[in-house]
């Protein structure tokens, strides 16, 4: 006597397919939060932010909160480029760059998401930084915020999230194209630190070299400054600048990186 069985099923899966685009971007946010440097850095950053901020209001005798906060993003830039380029090399460090290749071999996807993780952490990161600063500054100063005005409070304070994404993203573009650690953090801090500072030598120099001092406006720290000015003003050139600035460097990155050998 026989037994009949019945006919065991197959599925197919489609091996090529890889993760997803949102599997990716979480992947890399779990990457980013459960490394020390990561956390080393934004801590570093709101500590500076706190105190710049506080500094300023003290010093001033009664200065506008939301000022003070906004100048601390001239020091705490430098950290969020530095981070958003050591988040790159670190894998290219470590060879782990390799693995995530394996994992998910679409190359722009994944600069991509590691991208927009940096983003979101660095902007989640100051607009908590900026509250706290509000926090303990807004009482120490005789300045009321005027609240009621958008161009005197909110708008800059979201505008100056939206430039500190943009420094961490142009040390992300570094990172994606030069692959070194030491390499990536020189190029940002000449980009965000030394550039403009040179710039603003050759404004010694006469109209003969006020070519180069109109030059700087497009720089990244000119455009932030410009984009987070208090009233708000025109922030379409300013914005720009910086969105070609991200676009250009991180848009390089993802071809090299697409191009070469990791």
Known sequence: MTTLTAPRRTTYTDATAGPTFLRTLRSELLKL?????????????AALSLAIAALYVSAS????????VLL???????????????A????????MIRSTLTANPRR?????????????????????????????????SSTAV???DPTQAVLPLLLGVLAMIAYALIGTGFGLLIRNGAGAIAATVGILFVAPIAVNLFALGGTSWQWVVDLGRYLP???????????????????LTLLAWVVALV?????????RDA
């Open 221 to 239: 720290v000119a455009a932030g400054s410009d984009l987070t000015a208090i009233p708000t003003g025109d922030i379409l050139q300013p914005a």
């Open 251 to 259: 848009g390089s990155g993802i071809v090299v990186l697409r191009r």
């Open 33 to 45: 939060t459960t490394l020390r440097s990561t956390w080393w850095s934004l801590g570093i950053a």
């Open 146 to 148: 005027t609240w009621s």
């Open 108 to 140: 722009a996807q994944v600069a991509l998401a590691k991208s927009l993780a940096i983003a979101l952490l660095v902007g989640a990161a100051t607009a908590v930084s900026s509250l706290l600063s509000l926090a303990v500054t807004v009482p120490m």
């Open 61 to 68: 005798d009664g200065g506008y909160p939301i000022l003070g």
């Open 88 to 95: 790159i090399t670190g894998e290219y460090a470590t060879g």
């Open 72 to 86: 601390s993003a001239q020091f705490t830039m430098l950290v969020a480029g530095v981070l958003g380029a050591i």
